[in-house]
């Protein structure tokens, strides 16, 4: 036990020693995010008022108007600005979360709040890709713009949110509602992406949306050794059978490349619920009278939700089966449509300068960019999308398994580096856009 204990101080020693020679000679830069990483805003704790505080002395180092707001008293959301030198335009919002989800510590090879950089020069830490990475290469890339002289035309606003890991709701969601968001004037949202293994970075348009599904048998109860019809069970495992096939063919889709796996429509089991409990398991020589499945479903905008509540109606939880979905029994339903009937998505097309401006800085700044894509689970970026405002989902992180959620979460520092320059690039180029149509007639422009 003692000598157990004397190998791990020095293998410590070792470690330690090893991170403070790559730091010496490291950047500030680095030290910066470590700092930021190591401020733990796990759930469901988040310190949040040591994040804003970290933000914003920052933010006083590069000179940004600041404000603190708490739509809900103890989750501090901070709003910076650098203003733009023409107010008629719109702004430019960059939005991160400050949050993280929790850690099984003993799961990690490093603490996920310790922020160690080890010999490959990857900094591990909850929070490392899901997004204080984001967040800090923001205010990052502002240092070097400013230290560069570039003046913004139109103002950057930084937007740090909390609770986006338990759906935002007063974090970002408060935020797109609140009259503060109406009098900055967006004109589009910049807000997080993934990770990609390859030396391509992803940019998100949409998202899917959820569904949640409780579906619930019934039958007769008998004898467990009994053969007959419309029992419960049975019920509910000819819809976990049709479920199962539906599943198979969207996943054979992503399986084939024919589709990417944001443009299907997932579905999985995550609970069963039946059986008659005794003190030590279940009964077993009955057969129960009742049984229920739960799915989690998503559904991305480019596909026909309508029709899925059909199919679930018809063929996953027919009345015929004694089955007791109806409609609106999701235990969540996000439409994938907004107010006025248009699927909720940013548009990559020309009608939207912004992607092609963010294809173009990207490019400058030495990075490719893949297919837009739909991001495969949900973001605060959908708060800003049903305002009708674009919104893009971009984390520059190539070359990156993507890890978050996961123990071991991490991101070179090489790729966060990187990333400052992409984000130098694109801040620039969205900061400096004057929409052609706008300056039509201005002499200067002639
Ligand atoms: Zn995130």
Redo the contacts with the bound molecule.
């Keep these: 036990m003692e000598l157990r204990l004397h190998l791990c101080i020095i293998s410590l020693l070792l470690l330690s020693s090893k991170s403070t020679a790559i730091l010496s000679d490291d950047d500030p830069i680095i030290s910066r995010f470590q700092r930021y990483l190591r401020i733990n805003t796990a759930h469901p704790n988040p310190q949040y008022r040591e994040a804003a505080d970290f933000i914003l002395s920052e933010a006083e180092s590069l000179s940004l108007e600041s404000q603190t707001i708490e739509f809900v008293p103890g989750k501090h959301l901070v709003l910076l600005k650098w203003p733009g030198s023409d107010p008629s335009l719109s702004s430019v919002l960059l939005n991160s979360?400050t949050d993280v989800v929790p850690a099984e510590h003993d799961k990690w090879v490093h603490p996920p709040f310790s922020a160690n950089l080890d010999s490959n020069g990857d900094v591990y830490a909850r929070g490392s890709q899901?997004?204080k990475c984001v967040g800090i290469q923001y205010l990052e890339a502002i240092r070097r713009l400013k230290a560069s002289g570039f003046k913004p035309k139109r103002s950057v606003y930084l937007s740090f949110v909390p609770d986006?890991?338990i759906g935002g709701h007063d974090g970002a969601e408060k935020l797109a509602e609140s009259d503060v968001f109406k009098g900055l004037n967006v004109g589009i949202v910049l807000d997080?992406g993934l990770a990609s293994p390859t030396e391509t970075y992803r940019a998100f348009y949409a998202e899917r949306c959820p569904m949640w599904l409780v579906i619930k048998a019934t039958g007769a109860p008998g004898h467990g050794a009994k053969l007959y019809d419309n029992t419960a069970m049975e019920n509910l495992l000819k819809s976990i059978e049709s479920v199962r096939r539906f599943r198979a063919a969207q996943f054979d889709l992503v399986k084939a490349g024919l589709k990417a796996e944001g443009e299907v429509i997932s579905v999985n089991m995550v609970f069963l619920k039946a059986g008659t409990p005794t003190p030590t398991g279940f009964v077993m020589n009955m057969q129960p009278s009742e049984a229920e499945a739960g799915f989690d479903i998503r559904v991305p905008p480019i596909a026909d939700q309508e029709s899925l509540e059909k199919r679930i109606a018809k063929e996953w939880a027919p009345t015929s089966r004694n089955m007791t979905f109806r409609h609106g029994q999701f235990k969540q339903k996000v439409s994938v449509l907004d107010k006025s009937g248009k699927p909720i998505l940013t548009a990559t097309d020309s009608s939207n300068p912004w992607w092609a401006l963010l294809e173009d800085a990207v490019k400058k700044a030495n990075g490719k960019l893949g297919k837009p894509e739909i991001f495969p689970a949900s973001?605060d970026a959908r708060y800003f999308r049903n305002l009708g405002l674009p919104a893009i989902g971009f984390s520059p992180m190539a070359n990156t398994p993507i890890l978050?959620h996961d123990h071991n979460e991490f991101l070179n520092k090489d790729e966060y580096l990187k990333g400052i320059e992409i984000y130098e690039s694109m801040i620039k180029a969205y900061a400096s856009y004057v929409d052609h149509g706008k300056i039509a007639g201005s002499r200067d422009e002639l």
Excluded: G, I, P, W
Aim: hydrophobic share 25%; charged share 50%; aromatic share 0%.
């Design positions: 979360h899901d997004m986006e890991e997080e973001t978050l």
